[in-house]
């Protein structure tokens, strides 16, 4: 399994802006389909948006779609998220996860190997 560390996260006014960083270590990055998730308190964490092995295809959930965008350098064996005009609603701990496939990466089960998450705080 692959091993993912966030940064990035922090406290933003809305519509503010934050990237995030996930960096893989101890298997080759660019093998792995990649997403995101997030976790409010009292909620289940949900998919966020998700990214192939080489970077060519993207998805995102419908409520982030256009304001937050996935990249990955598989060079840097590190993939981003953008996030723009943030709002309230997006609060939560975000993580990131790698899947051994390129298909349903929507889906939880897709993924074999989590980070520990970063916090994103958006004040009102």
């Known amino acids: 399994q692959v091993q993912l560390v966030e940064s990035g996260g922090g406290l933003v006014q809305t519509g503010g802006s934050l990237r995030l960083s996930c960096a893989a270590s101890g298997r080759t990055f660019s093998y792995y389909g990649m997403g995101w998730f997030r976790q409010a308190p009292g909620k289940e964490r949900e998919f966020v948006g998700a990214t192939t092995s080489s970077g060519d295809s993207t998805w995102y959930a419908d409520s982030v779609k256009g304001r937050f965008t996935i990249s990955r350098d598989n060079a840097k064996n590190t993939m981003y998220l953008q996030m723009n005009s943030l709002k309230p609603e997006d609060t939560a701990t975000y993580y990131c996860?790698?899947?051994?496939?390129?298909?349903?990466?929507?889906?939880?089960?897709?993924?074999?190997?989590w980070g520990q998450g970063t916090q994103v705080t958006v004040s009102s």
């Open positions: 996860a790698a899947s051994p496939r390129n298909w349903g990466l929507s889906i939880f089960a897709a993924y074999n190997s």
